[in-house]
Every structure is written in structure tokens, then in C-alpha cells.
């Protein structure tokens, strides 16, 4: 095989991964407008039962068809059930702040979680945190200082829900990497969900509301949006020659929540937060390319 021939598989090769991920994200963020659509009129108990309900269902069918009866098997139930049950701790903050705050501004915070993956990483898992680390996170958060201005007009108890979702993400995923890639993905998600509706049956009450069946339908649009964008995050990383090509493109979601924000819910996003937004995303992906180079020269394990 000749050089250009060789240097055009990997393109497309690294290609699709990318393509992906972009469409990973995209659905993402359909899931995150239809949910915020349905917190309009549902109570967020309503939105966790059924859309979680949905979810073990979609989950339970992938697994059977993936793996068979070993989906629904795990050496580690302590642990898939404290990843679970900070996967819905996160799920109850983003569902309270959601109708209360931009798209745009939304996913502005949770670019933050690279940050706390890296110092929790620091704490967890005893990795190095290097001064250029560093820098970068103190620079990151000093970001998020700029856009919200405590005291100023942005800063919110929402936007603090959204912070501390995105903590409890990182913390999710420590424990991923510690639960180690032998376990079952849907039985991981079952799992978590089905928390989810016991969150959401608790809260109920009187919050019921009858559903239309043009909710029901944007309930398994969303559902199935998260669905697939799991599945294709998960194909993504998998295929990808490594994780430091495919890891930057999760800042695609700032604008498709621009797009979607103005589309659907009117929103316009100020410079400040767009600005916050650039930066957080440059600081981020030059933290993503350090720890993928710092591992490149790290010695292999005996």
C-alpha cells in the first residue's frame, strides 16, 4: 500500500469516529430541548419517570440483542449502584434548572466537567496534576467567574445546580474508568434508570398530569435521542485510534444548544457567556491534548 494510499485510510478512518461523536452530541442535546420542552407543563417527577422508564426499556432490548443474558449481569452491583445513583442526583439538577436557564448557558457550565474530572483524577486516582494542569483548571474556573459574576444578574441558584451537575458527571466518570470496560454498558444504564423512576415516584404525588400523544411522542423522541447518542459516544471512542481525536469534538454541543435554544425557545445567548464559552472550550481542549500526551510518555505497565 502506498504512502497516500495509507494516509487516506487513516483520515478515513479517524473520520467516522469524529463523524460520530459530532452526531453522538447532536443527539444529546435534541434529548436535553425535549426534555426542557416537557418540564413547560410536566412536573420534573412526571419527566424522570417516564423518560427513565423508556430508557430501561431501550436499554434492556440493546443488551439482549448485544450480549444476551450477560447484559443483565454485573460483578460490581456496589458500584453500579452508587454510579447510578450519581448519574440521577445529577439527572434531578439539570431536570430543576433546565426551564429556568439558556441552552447556551447550560452547556457553558458543563464544559466545566473536564476541570473537576482532572483534579478528582488528582484525589481518586493518584494521577499527577502538572503545572500546566493546573494553570488550565484555575484558568478554566476563573472563566466561569467572568461569565456569572456572583452578585451579577446571571448568577443563579440554577446555574449552581448546573455546576454541581456537572461535578457529579465527573465523578461518574472516575468511577467508569474504575469499574473498568469488563461490565455490561446496558446493564450500567438499566441500572441508573430504573433509580431514576423510583426518584420519580417518590416526587410524584399529585403531580400527575395526563399525557397527549404528542408528549408521548416527544417523550420516546428524546428518549430514543439519548439512546442513541450513548450508542454512538460509546461506538466512537471505541473505534478511534485514541481518545484525545474524538474528546474535543464534545464542545459541538455549544452550538447545537445555540441553535436549538434560538429555534425553539426563543433564546439569545449574551457575548459574555459566547466568549466564556470560546474559551472554556480552548482551555479544555488543550487540557484533553496535555493528560493524552502525558500518557503517550508515561512507560508502560509490567
Known sequence: MTSAKRHARQRKQALIPILMTCLGYACYNLNDAGVKTLLQKLHFSQTMLIANAIMIIMMAIYGWFSDGRKAFRTNKPGLMLVHALLAQAGSVCCVLALPHIQLTTFYTLVFTSPFCVALLSTYFLKDKLDKRC????????????YIFRPG???FSGWSLLILLNALLYSCRMILVRHIGAGESKAFMFMISSLVGVLVGVFFLGDHYVPLTWQDWCLFTGASLASA?????????????SSASVVAPYHYTQIIWGALLGYYLFGEVPDMRTMAGAALLIATGIYLIRHEMRKAALRPPEV
Do not use: D
Request: proline share 0%; aromatic share 14%; hydrophobic share 65%.
Open 152 to 154: 451579577g444578574g446571571m
Open 134 to 145: 493546573l494553570a488550565a483548571i484555575l484558568f478554566g474556573f476563573c472563566v466561569v467567574l
Open 228 to 240: 442513541g447518542g450513548l450508542l454512538c459516544i460509546g461506538y466512537a471512542f471505541q473505534a478511534a
